[in-house]
Structures are given as structure tokens and as C-alpha cells.
């Protein structure tokens, strides 16, 4: 009974890659000084952030000068959306995102409208994908300074139609942010934005690293009080043994993504389809196509997510939710809300390195008699 | 708002259970019949409207706290 637990929320942190557990532990004895001083130490620590630079530019197929390293994902996807908004406000104050960005954006959102500024929000569809058409509605009305577009969803997997969507932006001379947080490391990023953010821990490096880039030419101003550190775009002394561990972990995930995405994307077809078969009542969510290869989700009918999660934390799954239940705010997730999907008994699944085709099959194999006995206690069999 | 045949108090109630109360009330009424749930759970909102779409059943309008659903099936 005591099988060994199956670690299944890659989305929220996936499992240190061990290419990153060696460099941090190199870069703790080799990288501990301040790079921006003048002794040896120093320029052994410079080195060494000008390394991880090159190395995580190059992953991601940007100039080294275009990236900077900040504290988190969220703080990237905060410096994103304000420092876009702060280098164009003589153009307008108005900021077109999608109703499924990530929270950092939201919350980054909330602080500008509070400031002043205004937020046009653009619909999804049942799937989760953005709606082209208020889309370029929204980004070719006056006084738009920035567009905030999620590349993938990290709660239901649909990909986004960043392409179309970034044309429609460049039609009407307003830059484009893209949060590939869910992309880097895992697939090819999509062209034609202007700022971009990712999280080190969402591909297997540590947690509190992010990547800001900024492109050539792009007008963004730092909201932060700035020093001299990451371009101005980050103030403060990055953690440079953290950050060598992310740019090392970022080329390894970039150079085996195709073959990983071979390998996990049969692994998230399979779940969609015998939960879809073997779980009565559920609404399995998303993009059936367009889609992440690593990540999958679902609800289930009259279940308590909370009561879900869990059932299977003391099978040994950890997977995590949307269910408002689970949520410090007990709101559901804006996602699955702007989607219309029932948002109760919500599951995703994220797969990692790690993960086995056994693994999978253990969580199917157990899936629908946790969801039975929970629906049985609740007295719900039958409805 | 038009009146309801049945109303549901679901105030208080965290999801799922008003969508559970819903379920096990309206295949009980009449086809035609209408209910109309009050719930302050905000997942309701979106959770009411999504069973009516995998139940066949018609969504009929979202007040504040209260949604109407009514039994075509």
C-alpha cells in the first residue's frame, strides 16, 4: 500500500533537474562575491553570471544584453507588465491582457488600475483560447502602451495564438508581452513579442530565479527603483549560485524538450482519454490539440477538490487545483471561470523528467474508485 | 426578475453542494418547471451554468446570488 509517492505538479515546481543540483553546488564555493566588484572574487563571480547569461540567452534565442535575472517569475511578470505600461505612458495608460494570465499578472493589473491606469480584459472560449477578434479590437483602440498575452495556459495546457496575436499588436505599434513560463524549457518559443518572462523552477531549475527580456528597441522603463545591477531592469544582488543552476538547467531542458514533449505528450493524451472513459462526470478541459505537452487537467462532477486532493495526497499523488476550495480566497480560478468550465473537483496533472509511463498508469489505475469512494461518502451516486 | 416554481437556499453552502442540491431537486419538478437557486458561493456562478451544460438542462439567467434553471429534460 505504501507504493512510493508519483510527484505530479511539475506546473507549480518541477523536481531539481541534476544538471542544476551540480552547478548550484559548484557555484555556492565559486560564485558567493558581489560580481560587481574589482578583485579576483569578484571576477570570478562576473564570469560566472555572464556565463549563465550567454547560456540562458542562448536557450531561448535572444541577446545575452536583452535578459536579466530577477528574484522570481512573478517578479518578471510584475517588472513585464509595469515597466511595459511605464515606457510607453505618453502613448496611454490602457492595458490589454487576457482573462486567464497568470495571477502575478493580474495582481500587477489591480496595481496599475489603481494607479489610474485601465485594464481591458479579452475573453477565451470554451477551451481556452483568446478571442482573435476583440483581441485586435482591444489592442487597435487609442492609448493601448501594452498587451500581456499568456503563452500557454498553466492551468488547462490550451496554447495561445501568440503569432496571430502578436500581429494584431504589431498592426497597431503596441508591444506584446508574452509570460512563457510554461514554454521555456519545455517548447519553442513563439515569435513576435517584445517583452517576456519565465520562472527557473517551473523547468527544473531552483525556485527564485525569473528571466525578464526585454527586446531591442522596446520601450520599457524599470518600475522599480533602479540600480546598476541586471541593466537597471532588477535591483539588487541577484542569487548568482541560483541563478547559475537555472541558466545550466535551461540549456539541458531546451536541448531534450523535443524529445521530452515526444515522450510526455502520448502520457497527457492517454490520461485525457481514459479519464474521459473511465471517471463518470468529468469534464476534461482544454485544448484537446493545441495544447501543452506536460500538462492536463479536469473536473469532476459534485467532488470537493479540496476533499480530492486529499484522497489522492494520502494515495501518494500530489497534483494540485482550481476548485475555489483550495484557494487562500476560496474564489474558483479566473481561468476555468473565464472558460465557463465547472470548476469544482478540479485536478491538473503535470508531468516532468521524471515521470513514468508507470507512474501515469498507477494514478489512472487508482483514479476512479478515489473519485467513487468520495462520491459514495457525499452521497452523490446516481445524480 | 419573473418568480421561480422552487426556490433552493443554498446561502452558506460551499461548492459543490448547491450544484448537488440542484441536481437532486429539479429532476423531481416538472418539465418546464423552474428553480430558482440562491447561492453566495462565487463558484456558483460558474459551476450552476456548466452542470446545466453536461446535464442538458437550460441555464436560464444569473441574478446576483441567484441563478434560474430550468428543467427542459
Redesign the interface.
Known sequence: MNAAPVYLDAASAAPLHPVARQALLAALDDGWADPARLYGQARRARQLLDAAREAAAQALGVRADELSFTPSGTAAAHAAVLGGLAGRRRVGARLVHSAIEHSAVLHATERHVSAGGTAVSVPVDRLGRLDLDAWAAAVAAPGVALAALIGASHEVGTVQPVPTAAERCAEAGVPLYVDAAQLAGRAPLPAGWSVLSASAHKWGGPPGVGLLVVRKGTRWESPFPADERESGRTPGVVNLPAVVAAATSLRAATADAAAEAARLAPLVDRIRARVAAEVP?V?VVGDPVDRLPHLVTFSC????GEALLHALDRRGFAVSSG???TSST???SHV??AM??????NVRVSLHRDTTEADVERFLAELPGIVADLRAE?G?IG? | MSEPDETLDCRGQRCPLPVIQLARRLPELPVGAVVRVLADDPAAAVDIPAWCRMRGQEFLAAHPDAYDVRRIR
Open positions: 462526470d469534464e462532477l459534485y467532488v470537493d476548485s475555489s476550495c476560496l474564489r474558483p476555468l471561470e465557463g468550465v465547472l470548476s469544482h473537483g457525499a452523490v445524480l
